[in-house]
């Protein structure tokens, strides 16, 4: 268990609908990175939260969105959803945001599009 | 730009034998170099990293990975493997094209380890 935990598991949901997920961190982590995995694209990153401030943004279509709460969970939004966002989307955690700390990930969330 | 490749998207290995699965990388400048195995439904786990030093990492469940300058590759490598160590495995490398620290990842490798 990485201590990152993701919400929820699956979900599954019609084109054109917004679906949100959530994330808690690890304990003591501040910085948390949203990634969604599918089988043509791969892993790919897509934004970057430390300490409650956006920090970086990769792939991240303009229909996405995402922010870190206070307590430092962070919740990605998906909205007007279309059949090729079915993928898988981590989450994960680090402590710091110093490039030689590793980040540990949570199981996903498995999102269907129908 | 900066990038990694795993050049095998399949490796087959018998139980016992010694095991290695394949990473090159591209960047400018010094790479931060990373493993991470991913078992159906789960989450990805880190294993090892390369960040400076010896070029010899070693990791978690007896895995290591070469750091090599000159080819450019970080292979990861375990002397005899075990059929839990199938799974999918890839090879990362720190962006620090932008502000932030995410990874770049590889396309991943699937290991099949046969008993």
């Known amino acids: 268990d990485s201590g990152v935990t993701q919400t929820p598991k699956h979900l599954i949901t019609a084109t054109g609908q917004r679906v949100t997920l959530r994330c808690s961190p690890r304990?003591?982590?501040?910085?948390v990175y949203w990634y969604q995995q599918s089988l043509d694209q791969g892993l790919q990153f897509l934004i970057q939260y430390y300490n409650g401030e956006e920090r970086a943004k990769g792939n991240i279509l303009e229909r996405f969105s995402a922010q870190q709460f206070p307590d430092l969970h962070s919740e990605l939004n998906l909205s007007s959803l279309e059949l090729g966002d079915s993928a898988l989307y981590f989450c994960?955690?680090?402590?710091?945001?110093?490039?030689?700390?590793?980040?540990?990930f949570g199981q996903g969330t498995r999102l269907t599009v129908v | 730009a900066q990038s990694v490749a795993q050049p095998e998207d399949q490796v087959n290995v018998a139980e016992g034998n010694p095991l290695t699965v394949k990473c090159t990388y591209s960047v400018s400048g010094n790479p931060y170099l990373f493993w991470y195995v991913q078992y159906p439904n789960r989450g990805l786990q880190f294993l090892l990293k390369?960040?400076?030093?010896?070029?010899l990492v070693k990791g978690s469940y007896g895995f290591e990975a070469e750091f090599n300058k000159s080819q450019t590759s970080f292979h990861l490598k375990k002397p005899s493997a075990l059929v839990s160590d199938s799974a999918l495995y890839f090879c990362?490398?720190?962006?620090?094209?932008?502000?932030?620290?995410?990874?770049?990842f590889g396309k991943g490798t699937t290991l099949s380890v046969s008993s």
């Open positions: 390369y960040i400076t030093g010896d070029n």
């Open positions: 990362a490398v720190r962006d620090f094209n932008q502000a932030g620290t995410a990874l770049i």
């Open positions: 994960a955690s680090s402590v710091t945001v110093g490039g030689n700390t590793e980040a540990f």
């Open positions: 304990s003591g982590d501040l910085s």
